[in-house]
């Protein structure tokens, strides 16, 4: 049987997990404003939003973390900067990341990127340190460069969820394709790994967001993995509150859109 290493991030079998990965990743003018740009803020919304977990680069764990949610490091990144086929390398080590208190560590592969190769291997020695060491290995898996046409189809996202099973994932991280059917199937091939959704730019309406939301939890997903639609938001402890409606109470949308 294989161990739930995921446990320290679930209630009642389902998660959200608030991610805070973009200033690395996408650059803080792209993404931030003057509230945002704190990684305080996004701690003290990770607690008082009922966040199962909180998602950090090792440079924030180490100076903002305050132990009051369960941590996930991420172990590899890259900025938006360079041009050509997507690669994201290691730059925290396991050990690192648990002695700051991560449960899990996050890593970013590319899949059908030319240099996939690359980080297929790196993955799989993380993946080996983590789960010696006990902690989840959580892989991000999004399909990108240029063999790749269509990253939300049903086809490739499933490719997606297939792949963290080969390599030993506890949990994929894996953007939505959209609609609950074909989630599904991305979900039957990740065959008992962890399912979560990956957020996006923010949605243009509340409500848009809770139906993807919706449409993931139905399709029999774990939970959510998300960032800007949380605390790009008017007021993110109102967006958590209706995330953890329709996550942890299984209310329709439009229900827990009702307190508004
Ligand atoms: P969002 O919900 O803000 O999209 O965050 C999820 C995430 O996976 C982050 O962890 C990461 O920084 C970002 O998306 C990567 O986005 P991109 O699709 O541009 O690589």
């Not at 009922?50 to 991420?74: D, H, M, N, S, W």
């Not at 790009?232 to 109102?238: G, I, T, V």
């Amino acid at each position: 049987m294989t161990p739930d290493r995921m446990a320290p991030f679930l209630k009642d079998g389902k998660s959200m997990l608030l991610a805070y990965d973009q200033g690395l990743e996408h650059g803080p003018s792209k993404d931030f404003d003057d509230r945002n740009i704190d990684p305080a803020f996004i701690m003290e919304t990770a607690v008082k939003g009922g966040f199962c977990g909180v998602v950090f680069q090792k440079g924030i764990a180490e100076r903002y973390y305050t132990g009051k949610v369960p941590l996930i490091v991420k172990v590899n990144g890259k900025t938006s900067l360079p041009q050509g086929e997507p690669i994201s390398k290691q730059v925290c080590s396991v050990e690192h990341a648990v002695s700051l208190g991560a449960k899990a560590v996050g890593y970013t592969i590319y899949l059908g990127s030319e240099l996939e190769a690359d980080m297929l291997k790196e993955f799989g020695a993380i993946q080996e340190e983590a789960h010696e060491r006990g902690v989840a290995a959580i892989a991000w898996i999004y399909p990108r460069g240029k063999a790749v046409q269509n990253d939300t189809s049903k086809e490739i996202v499933a490719y997606a969820a297939r792949t963290g099973l080969e390599l030993g994932a506890d949990a994929v991280k894996i953007k939505y394709t959209g609609d609950s059917a074909s989630f599904s199937w991305a979900v039957k091939s990740a065959a008992g790994v962890k399912v979560f959704m990956s957020g996006g730019p923010k949605a243009p309406t509340d409500e848009a967001f809770l139906q993807q939301v919706r449409g993931v939890m139905d399709a029999g997903a774990t939970g959510l993995a998300v960032g800007r639609n949380v605390w790009q938001h008017r007021e993110p402890l109102k967006m958590a509150e209706e995330l953890r409606k329709v996550i942890f109470q299984n209310k329709p949308v439009q229900e827990a859109l009702a307190s508004r």
